[in-house]
């Protein structure tokens, strides 16, 4: 599942008001609107282009999974385990690893496939989410855990 950050709409009804007054901040330092769907680069980059039966679930707050489909997405396809990835860390992912925490899903944070403006915060959010929410480990030890049937 893919998760992206924008709004279907020109003037961000679709997205909590709190954050009409930052967006449209952005807009206005871009000379065009910002965080749209249509916008160019709001796309899930190429390198991670969604396969065939791959969703793509668009978001309207930091978290995916208080402010879209993805706990009924999951849960109607069985899935109990989630590994989070994404940026910022201190941020978006946190707020997921928090939500799908309290929706109980199992999760693991997969600690280089996420990033964070500054590596200080990205320490620490991973030993937060460590602590309350989720497992934090490498690709190299996910891959382990697969093999193993984990």
Same mark, same amino acid.
């Given at each position: 599942?893919?998760?992206? !950050?924008?709004?279907?709409?020109?003037? #961000?009804?679709?997205?909590? !008001?709190?954050?009409?007054?930052?967006? +449209?901040?952005?807009?206005? @330092?871009?000379?065009?609107?910002?965080?749209?769907? $249509? +916008?160019? =680069?709001?796309?899930?980059?190429?390198? #991670? @282009?969604? %396969?065939?039966?791959?969703?793509?679930?668009?978001?309207?707050? =930091?978290?995916?999974?208080?402010?879209?489909? /993805?706990?009924?997405? %999951?849960?109607?396809?069985?899935?109990?385990?989630? /590994? #989070? !990835?994404?940026? +910022? !860390?201190?941020? *978006?992912?946190?707020?997921?690893? *928090? =939500?799908?925490?309290?929706?109980?899903?199992?999760?693991? %944070?997969?600690?280089?496939?996420?990033?964070?403006?500054?590596?200080? %915060?990205?320490?620490? @959010?991973?030993? $937060?989410?460590?602590?309350?929410?989720?497992?934090?480990?490498?690709?190299?030890?996910?891959?382990? #855990? /697969?093999?193993? =049937?984990?």
């Amino acid at each position: 599942v893919h998760i992206v !950050t924008w709004s279907e709409t020109h003037d #961000l009804s679709d997205m909590p !008001t709190y954050q009409h007054t930052a967006i +449209n901040r952005m807009s206005e @330092a871009a000379g065009e609107q910002v965080y749209r769907k $249509w +916008n160019t =680069g709001m796309d899930v980059c190429p390198e #991670l @282009a969604p %396969l065939d039966n791959e969703p793509v679930i668009p978001k309207r707050t =930091g978290s995916g999974f208080i402010s879209s489909m /993805l706990p009924e997405v %999951l849960r109607y396809g069985g899935v109990d385990t989630v /590994l #989070l !990835t994404g940026v +910022n !860390t201190n941020g *978006c992912v946190f707020e997921t690893a *928090c =939500g799908g925490r309290n929706m109980d899903f199992k999760q693991i %944070l997969v600690s280089d496939c996420t990033a964070c403006f500054d590596p200080m %915060l990205q320490e620490e @959010a991973e030993v $937060w989410i460590n602590r309350h929410f989720a497992n934090v480990v490498t690709t190299e030890q996910v891959i382990k #855990l /697969l093999h193993a =049937g984990k």
